[in-house]
């Protein structure tokens, strides 16, 4: 289990992959994240540029070399051209993907490892996690993780072996994997939610009670997402460092029941 990462703010840096890049700055952003204390940094084989297929891991890896941030990287998704991806989480696949990440980050093992779109994927979830596990006995992987999945996926994975982590999109405002945290909180297995201010714009409770304190809607509405679960974690992207900044901030944010009641008001106005 990464006890160590549950209710922290991740550093997520997908968008800082999908179009031409200034590197130096990117650089910059992160490490400015890593200085204010995250905790791990959120990469993939699918975060590149059609020039550059291995932009999001080389961009973690150089700002995270010597630090020990964790990283979480994942494969079985790669850009395939300007505006495509695969998905394919066959064992041959995913043993390649993997030592590709291996020489990225130049080490013998990966902290965390996922399949990255099974939902996607024609192949079973079964062969994926299979693979992942025999890469994990191998001593190549520390711990691995499945993204985008089911509940009836997570059963699957785990009558073959232990899964370390879970990442699926699940917002402050939309809550869209509340049965998968669920699977996740009945079974202590951290839970890191992606996209996590994604119609961000309905919170207008959370928005008063901000602005009451000087600080962004969107700190609390990470808040939130952390105070919801004792097995959540955030992943949040940015692409300038006063952002990064700010979502670190809502780890320490003080919590209590008037903000809590707001956020429950807010989500009832958009269920």
């Known amino acids: ?7 922290r703010v991740g550093l997520g840096v997908a968008g800082l992959s999908m179009v031409p890049r200034d590197r130096a700055a990117d650089l910059a952003m992160i490490r400015a994240g890593i200085a204010a204390g995250t905790a791990i940094l959120d990469t993939a084989r699918a975060y590149a540029q059609v020039d550059a297929p291995l932009y999001g891991e080389e961009l973690a890896a150089e700002a995270a070399r010597g630090t020990g941030v964790i990283v ?7 850009r395939t051209g300007a505006t495509t991806w695969d998905a394919d989480i066959s064992a041959g696949r995913i043993r390649a993907d993997v030592e590709t990440s291996l020489r990225v980050f130049g080490g013998e093992r990966l902290e965390l490892y ?55 999109l699940h917002s402050a405002m939309g809550r ?13 297995v951290p839970f890191f939610a992606y996209s996590p201010l994604r119609s961000s714009a309905t919170a207008p409770r959370l928005a008063a009670m901000a602005a009451a304190r000087g600080v962004s809607r969107q700190r609390l509405q990470l ?12 992943i949040s992207g940015a692409t300038r460092p006063e952002t990064v900044l ?24 958009t269920a």
Not at 176 to 188: D, F, H, R, T
Not at 223 to 234: D, E, F, I, N
Not at 250 to 269: C, G, H, N
């Open 246 to 269: 700010d979502s670190l901030a809502a780890e320490s944010e003080p919590w209590d029941e008037d903000l809590q009641t707001a956020y429950e008001e807010d989500v009832a106005i």
């Open 114 to 168: 996922y399949l990255h779109r099974v939902d996607l994927a024609e192949q079973p979830v079964e062969e994926g996690i299979s693979a992942l596990a025999a890469l994990r006995d191998e001593g190549k992987l520390a711990r691995i993780g499945l993204s985008n999945v089911t509940v009836a996926d997570l059963e699957r994975a785990t009558a073959i072996t232990r899964v370390d982590a879970v990442q699926n």
């Open 1 to 7: 289990m990464v006890v160590e990462l549950v209710g």
């Open 176 to 188: 869209e994997s509340a049965e998968v945290l669920a699977w996740c909180e009945a079974g202590q």
């Open 223 to 234: 808040r939130a997402l952390l105070a919801s679960s004792p097995v959540l974690s955030v």
């Open 72 to 78: 979480g990287t994942k494969g079985g998704h790669s």
